[in-house]
């Protein structure tokens, strides 16, 4: 595919989320609620925080997507997020992983293991979490990626098979991948990593654009699933690359990139970030 | 009442407030627990998130005032809810009901009704929210308001009558309904709705004006708690005023309006409000 | 021993901290997550708030430092506690206690000491919470020192002793207690009790630089446990200076704080804070 249509595709997603205000269920960890709220407000959608087993399932029937994120997962949120996957699949609603920590902690690894059976729609993390998960690399310590983004493609390649999903590596470069597209995506800013929860709320986001995408029918010719995973990644990153503009230290930083995430129009994106389809 | 009554009113329930600090109770969702306790000690009162079933009642008999906040609710919370109720009726803390998400959430308006019972001193929530506590309306999809605010103040009649509080229907336009009183405030400003907490933190600003009624034996005959919840109404939204001149995107916007909690005169406040008494 | 000792001894604790990036363990309330993990990572250090029974006893075996805060204590996050304390001291990781309102809520006071036959590396807290550890005074209200920082002074060395660890009173002026020293610490600015978290971060701090000594065996004749914890409070107290100079309310405040935590050099935090060692 070539890159102009796939900036294309990019401008289409971003202009669908913002017009159809996806509504986002993030079952998620709690350092990060606020932020990721935050997130998905100023970037155009909706956020709900409904994350209890009484709730999730019928709330998830009714989202436009759902975020998986164990980062600090108690036993009832755990049974909350079997909920919400459970009421998610029941209609249609896309679902995304975010496997934090998978790897370097045994308990919640093999839970996001455990779900990879339910199909979701899209997996985002780093190299040692995606490897981590799909059973190879020694997974890193925590939060940082250790592993490199390129050594883990045929991981999420892997995955992406098995789960008939897009799978996101996210880094320094970020990689998407799909059964039949690599996308690469050079964007954000190194300060991303100081500011917490950036990488949290684009699991979010993924699942906002994806919600977008099974949303706006009349759109879906314009971008798909995979279009929609690249778009929130060039949406955060390309916000991350004004905030440094704007800002050289992580408060005032965190600050800049959330207007930039509100401000920047989709024509804007498409030429700050730099896309590379394999 | 003559609007010049109600500023007056105004005036007094804001310098109270900040003379007395009240200490607030706060039993809300993980999402809004930090920028709820910023809003609180910016606009001059005192927060403590405790919302344990061991010690929730213990504090709500010696809290100014408590927030009831069903938004995230853990099952252990929901304990914690009803123990704290018990303690601040014991003593006669008022308490504030925030029904989030009522009528689009089985498990939680259920909830919510039940504990109308207990009498909460006010109710604030936007139009659906209290359409769907007093039982009439179809409810919204979770944080939107859907019905009109002027639709639903027969709702509001009727929980006011129903509990002997004062209950508040944020939007655009505020709608503050007692049983003898009906008052609509215009404040704020749309990009309100793009910071997360915005709402769920005037909700514990409505606590901490009540309990400063209530601590301030000597001021008692300057306003009176209907006066209470309209200013909280009013020190929010006119902050958000004050912060859409200085910020135009969410995230400054965010940071504006702490700042302006927190310098605001009252004299200010009653200045760029617009109040009007039915 | 001299000022000009004491002094190098903090430069090289926050040079060594931030060389090192410590892994921080957070257990906390869940009011002040967010903050908290980025004022970590804004000083240098890395966060990680694993907190439940199954995973925290193997996680504080290889972070670097632990913080124990029972501010919002749920049963599963008290359980979680026991083991993270487990699991550190099986090892030898530092652990920090910060006894958030201890003496006023029963409860969590009774947790607070049970853990105390565990030796906390350190302890912070305001005077009341350290006065409550102890055994005496009368207690706050929840989150105000209301006993005087000099007052407490005994109580602190009597922790000292029971526990081996140093004991850090934060007030206007921060006293940091073990058993052959006193260091008087005055920095900071009186805005940072209008934001929440400055106090609770500062625990964290305090076991990223405990950590930093732990794990740089080479820069351990540079400082020892006492100087890490009045790097601690010297490197947040100094960013609460320069905030102070740059914003005059506290949504600004915060901003210009977290940015400082980065920004400042260790030779500027020890230019800006005065040191007394008694």
Chains 1, 2, 3 share one sequence.
């Not at 899209?122 to 990626?145: K, Q």
């Not at 778009?231 to 230290?249: D, E, I, L, T």
Request: hydrophobic residues 50%.
């Amino acid at each position: 595919m070539p890159n102009h249509a796939t900036k294309t595709a990019l401008i289409a997603a971003i202009d669908t989320m913002r017009n159809t205000r996806p509504l986002v269920q993030c079952l998620t960890n709690n350092v990060v609620t606020q932020v990721t709220a935050n997130v998905l407000l100023a970037a155009g959608a909706t956020p709900a925080m409904c994350d209890t087993p009484e709730e999730s399932a019928a709330f998830a029937s009714v989202a436009s997507g759902v975020l998986i994120n164990p980062g600090t997962p108690s036993a009832e949120q755990y049974a909350g997020m079997r909920q919400a996957i459970l009421g998610a699949n029941s209609v249609g609603t896309p679902w995304v992983l975010d496997p934090v920590a998978a790897g370097a902690l045994p308990h919640r690894t093999a839970f996001s293991r455990e779900i990879l059976a339910y199909r979701p729609a899209a997996i985002r993390g780093n190299a040692s979490e995606i490897a981590a998960l799909a059973g190879v690399g020694a997974g890193g310590r925590g939060v940082d990626a250790t592993d490199e983004v390129e050594a883990t493609i045929p991981a999420a390649r892997d995955l992406a098979a098995q789960t008939g999903g897009v799978v996101a590596i996210s880094g320094a470069q970020d990689v998407i991948v799909s059964t039949r597209r690599v996308t690469r995506l050079v964007s954000g800013h190194p300060m991303m990593q100081l500011v917490i929860g950036t990488g949290c709320s684009l699991g979010a986001l993924v699942a906002a654009y994806l919600g977008a995408h099974r949303t706006a029918v009349a759109s879906r010719d314009a971008f798909d699933l995979h279009d929609a995973v690249v778009a929130a990644h060039a949406h955060s990153g390309a916000a991350g690359m004004v905030a440094a503009q704007r800002a050289s230290a992580p408060g005032s930083f965190a600050v800049a990139w959330i207007d930039a995430l509100y401000q920047l129009t989709s024509e804007r994106i498409a030429e700050l970030v730099t896309i590379e389809e394999e």
